[in-house]
């Protein structure tokens, strides 16, 4: 079913991470997208639609996105509202966040994501289950590291600034500034602006060539 140039896709399952975070699984509906890329998404009777990085892949046969509710948003509140048999609007899915699957063999990765930043990565590693990477997430609270069972545990990294019970207490670019990236690194960063703009900073003066960091930017 067409609403303008949008789908509407059932909702299949809906996972309860946090108080204010969610999964919503949709059916795909044949949908195409590439591992990184992002769909907008938004409640079947409003105007309003917000950009989602699918945190699925392009291997499964449903779609998914990982959702943080904004209390004063225009979406977030009543994506949370929705369960299973309702339906959402998602568009065709776009972007450039992606990677090439002729380079990945032998070369290592970094991803560093900060909050919901993390759902292109969870799509890259599902995607891709032999790709060398780290994966650096920055949250304030331990909880909030979400489905972190979903990565390998020597891989994984959870950077907590506002307790301890991560694997490092502090903010990604703390543990960047004691952890330098091999130059020879090709960086992925996603979500807020202020951490990539800090985090781009800090691995070109450790010599990594622009050219190999790729940023998506979620607020």
């Known amino acids: 079913?067409?609403?303008?140039?949008?789908n509407l896709h059932t909702i299949i399952d809906k996972r309860v991470l946090?108080?204010?975070t969610f999964v919503l699984r949709m059916a795909r509906n044949g949908l195409k997208f590439s591992a990184g890329q992002h769909i907008?998404?938004?409640?079947?009777?409003?105007i309003h639609t917000r950009e989602y990085s699918v945190y699925s892949t392009p291997k499964d046969d449903f779609i998914e996105i990982l959702v943080r509710e904004v209390?004063?948003?225009l979406v977030t509140p009543a994506l949370k509202k929705l369960d299973v048999d309702d339906g959402v609007v998602i568009n065709d899915a776009v972007g450039y966040f992606s990677i090439d699957k002729e380079v990945a063999p032998g070369r290592r990765f970094l991803f560093v994501a900060s909050g919901t930043g993390i759902s292109p990565f969870h799509s890259f590693v599902k995607t891709y289950p032999e790709i060398d990477y780290t994966l650096l997430h920055g949250v304030r609270w331990a909880e909030?590291?979400?489905?972190r069972d979903e990565y390998n545990p020597n891989r994984y990294v959870a950077c907590t600034s506002r307790d301890h019970k991560?694997?490092?207490h502090g903010r990604v670019t703390d543990y960047l500034a004691k952890n330098p990236v091999n130059p020879d690194t090709l960086c992925y960063l996603c979500g807020n602006c202020d951490m990539i703009y800090d985090v781009?900073?800090?691995l070109e003066k450790q010599g990594v060539k622009s050219t190999n960091i790729f940023t998506e930017v979620y607020f």
């Open 40 to 46: 907008q998404v938004g409640p079947p009777n409003g």
């Open 166 to 168: 991560g694997d490092f």
């Open 144 to 147: 909030e590291a979400y489905e």
């Open 1 to 6: 079913m067409r609403k303008g140039s949008f």
């Open 200 to 202: 781009f900073d800090i």
């Open 18 to 20: 946090t108080d204010s």
């Open 71 to 73: 209390e004063d948003g």
